[in-house]
């Protein structure tokens, strides 16, 4: 037997994989909205508190505005899922597909009761629609680390 075949050990590096995306996401998001909204505090105060007009300057607190709403919204995800831990959910797969979020990469998803969760092929390659499984995922920003084919439960149990 082979180390690579060992599925507790598989888990754990699958754990650990997730957990440095999501501490790139944090690393990449977390600037991003801390530049944005410290632009839109100053900006604002520019206008609103010295009373100085230039024009499109609430244009630009109302854009810097968004753009801080955005990233910490990614940002904030991410941190909450990299200082918890991940949750583990079975159920049947209600729906399963993949799209091209970019030109380059193919994102694959799947329902899970009422989570929509988002992984890579090789997880999801054999899980089709119907199938009762058993997910380990992060919550907050729905990324699955860990999916297998489960029994489902005896039909007089909960």
Known sequence: ?????DPELGRELAIQAARRRLLRSVILWMPLFLAAAAGTIFFFADVAV???EH???????????????LFGFQAFQALLDY????????????????????????T?????????????????????EGDYVEAT????????????RATPPEPGEA
């Open 50 to 52: 010295r009373d100085r």
């Open 55 to 69: 024009g499109g300057t609430w244009v630009l607190v109302t854009i810097l505005g968004l753009f801080a709403v």
């Open 137 to 148: 995922f992060y919550p907050h920003s729905a990324v699955l680390v860990w999916v297998e």
């Open 1 to 5: 037997m082979n180390w690579a075949d």
């Open 83 to 106: 200082l918890g831990s991940p949750r583990t959910e079975r159920g049947p797969v209600t729906r399963r597909w993949a799209r091209s979020d970019s030109f380059v990469m193919r």
């Open 108 to 128: 694959h998803y799947m329902r899970l009761g009422k989570h929509i969760l988002r992984g890579d092929v090789l997880l999801l390659v054999e899980i089709k």
